[in-house]
């Protein structure tokens, strides 16, 4: 029995090497990013007296992530936040019907480095369209311990593409 491989062979590559890019405007090595990922719900249909059923996809989700990093003088984030809370209800654009996409609303690009090419070439770019900042932590403190505060954005996005690098 012969078995067809389709691509080539598999390289695997650290997960501990990426810089994140909001919009052309600024980059920010990070700790830690939580998984990309998509679901599509499955829906089952059952017709007559099947014993099998249907089963097409429904509606597809995309969770948003949180980046991590040890906190520093940099405020870009926090300002994007504040993009964001402060925007008022009444000005809020109806993407809907073509109007304006908010300027809170970025780009984001997650590069996955390749540590071994000459100025961390990226392997891997990830889009992360229409993102915003959902969350933003300055970070937990304790006396008791010796460790770095650490501050994370949660991130919401409409939709995730792959890219070539």
């Known amino acids: 029995m012969e078995i067809n ?6 390289e695997l590559h650290p997960k501990h090497l990426f810089l ?3 919009d052309p ?4 090595g990070f700790q830690k990013m939580s998984e990309l990922s998509a679901e599509a719900a499955k829906i089952e ?4 007296a099947s014993l099998i059923p249907w089963k097409i996809p429904g509606r597809v989700t995309i969770p948003e992530v949180t980046l991590s990093r040890g906190s520093s003088n940099s405020r870009a984030f926090y300002f994007w936040f504040l993009q964001v809370a402060n925007t008022t209800v009444g000005g809020f654009p109806t993407r809907g019907k073509g109007d304006k996409v908010p300027t809170y609303m970025k780009q984001i690009y997650v590069d996955q480095l390749d540590r071994d090419a000459d100025e961390n070439k990226p392997l891997a770019r990830y ?9 933003y932590v300055a970070g937990e403190w304790d006396n008791t311990v010796d460790e ?5 954005i949660t991130i919401a996005f409409d939709f995730w593409t792959r890219e070539p690098a």
């Open 5 to 10: 491989v389709i691509g080539s062979q598999r």
């Open 20 to 22: 994140v890019h909001v």
């Open 25 to 28: 405007s600024w980059s920010a």
């Open 45 to 48: 249909y059952w017709e007559g």
């Open 127 to 135: 889009r992360l369209h229409n993102a915003w900042c959902s969350k």
């Open 148 to 152: 770095v505060v650490i501050e994370s």
